[in-house]
Nanobody, 119 residues
Framework: QVQLVESGGGLVQSGGSLRLSCAAS????????MAWYRQAPGKQRELVAR???????TYADSVKGRFTISRDNAKNTVYLQMNSLKPEDTAVYYC?????????????WGQGTQVTVSS
């Protein structure tokens, strides 16, 4: 059974840091591109960061230089290190497995974790 379990969210002051974790189970996350999305109240879900199966990374302009996505293949876990947090980073953050036509896997979402940045 495929699962993505996010953790590490919480309340932090502006300028602070948090590290989100996405523990994957039921599949080998190395074989898929993985990503973090976020959704703030009243806004559309947006891509924050993505890491390919070859560990190439891309970021939304709004988080470049502040956030880092990484993966620990031994733990089958993807991380999002968030530094210099701003109130506008407040959102529910979701871990996402992209579909893979090569490995015939569908896309999949985690349940989300709340990040709140106070000013």
């Amino acid at each position: 059974q495929v699962q993505l379990v996010e953790s590490g969210g919480g309340l932090v002051q502006s300028g602070g840091s948090l590290r989100l974790s996405c523990a994957a189970s039921g599949f080998d996350s190395r074989l898929n591109a993985m990503a973090w999305y976020r959704q703030a109240p009243g806004k559309q879900r947006e891509l924050v960061a993505r890491i390919s199966s070859g560990s190439m990374t891309t970021y939304a302009d709004s988080v470049k230089g502040r956030f880092t996505i990484s993966r620990d293949n031994a733990k089958n876990t993807v991380y999002l290190q968030m530094n210099s947090l701003k109130p506008e980073d407040t959102a529910v953050y979701y871990c996402y497995r992209e579909r893979s036509s090569f490995y015939r896997t569908s896309d999949f979402w985690g349940q989300g974790t709340q990040v709140t940045v106070s000013s």
